[in-house]
């Protein structure tokens, strides 16, 4: 399959309506290159998943057109899944095979013999740290464990285009680091990973560029470092404060969208994006002490793209009068 003449994956305002009321997405065009992780970001609801399933051939556009490898989403859908791979939030496995059977059963299903799937499997499952678990059956798999295996499984197709559904759900923070890895560790081999989360840190972490979606539409789309370096004067003052109740921040007016967080009995944590926090600090601190608020401490930390998402959602959100 050539690389050279085409985007991996490519879509012009591609939308899905599941009904008159229920908007998947709607109207999204862009074009994602071979060679990069690409994260589709935004909260539970975005459309990523849906995205996700449509470029994938899983469900039906409602309109337009998208393209996967130089070939037509409508026309070549049987075409698009033999260069697919695809590991989803669910795990359709038979559970009473081992991780080793599991696997051997798929890479037969790939045309490798049984000396290369074993060899390729041993060697995927000591890069997952999963060597101790070859004879161990699905069912007794931690998720975390369970997540990498899907990974392993996606890895010995070879597929020039992987697709990954929240692929660090329910790993411990090591586990997290390996599949992080092992996505950037595709793309360097010149695949296209498009990575779908909505964990922030993560995709700053693993991704080269980002989709930022919100209610089913593209909010932005650019590389990791020109968000961080277009928005590079956004910092986030945190105040940690003491009240009995939700603080009651909506009439502090400047400060719009704060991010507000429960971190244990009667003690609260606001963030706010700004553009200076120098000078922010004094004044949300004069406007805690008039709500009547305690404050136990002030931090400040520097741009991040969890800082410039939550600034881009505020954007969207006043536009649209919310």
Known sequence: MATDFHPAV????LTKRYNAEVLGIEDLSFDIPYGKVTGLLGPNGAGKSTTVNVLTTAIRPTSGEFWIAGLHGKRDRLKIRNVLGIVSQDFAVDWALTVRQHLNVFA???GKSADQANSEIDMWLNAFDL???ADTKILQLSGGQGRRVQLIRCLLADPPIVFVDEPTLGLDPKGVQVVLNSLRQMASRGKCVVMASNAVEEVEAACDDVIFLRRGRLLDYDSVQHFLDRYGGLEVVTLTVVSDTV???MWWGTYLDPEIEEIGPRMWQISFSVDD???AVPSLVDLAFRSGL???DVSVKSKTLKNIYLNL???ERSENGE
């Open 247 to 249: 603080p009651d921040v």
């Open 277 to 279: 926090a120098r000078g």
């Open 313 to 315: 959602s505020s954007i």
């Open 294 to 296: 305690t404050i136990s």
């Open 108 to 110: 037969s299903l790939y």
């Open 131 to 133: 060597s101790g678990k």
């Open 10 to 13: 490519s879509c012009r305002d």
